[in-house]
């Protein structure tokens, strides 16, 4: 009974709790279940399939680069001497990609939006401002870690210095 209990708490173990993966509480079906939610027809579905496809054929090698001069950026920073003529380049070498990258995203979003009808364009907006707000967005890619948790000798932000 107890390996029971064991394997059934394992398997209930939520990604804010540590799990990870795309599993039945990992972020892949949260993807899923939000693209469920919009009922697509199959020809929608094909179509976001397209889409997807061709924006990850399009964003890996951006963000292959972007990580590229972030590299680059770490190991600047680590010589002793630290060339900022060198360092500053790089920054706008990251800003120009990251600028880039943003208006492929957003053109993204429109083209799925063509794809949707109305209602559904109305769930996907709704279904996005929930992420943003509930933990999905920026909060939900760190598994659910709040502000400066996981950092060992982090100065808390909201200190009182009064």
Known sequence: MIAAFMVTGLNAQSPRQGGRGSGP???GSERKAGIMALDLTQEQEEAMTTLRTENHKT???LKNKMAELKAKERTLLSEESADMKAINKLIDDQTDLMNQMRKIQVAHKIEVKKI?????IMKFDQRRKFSRNKGYGAQGRHHGKGMHQGRRNARPYHRNLG
């Open 25 to 27: 509480s990992g972020q």
């Open 59 to 61: 964003m890996t090698p």
């Open 116 to 120: 949707l009808s109305d209602e559904q």
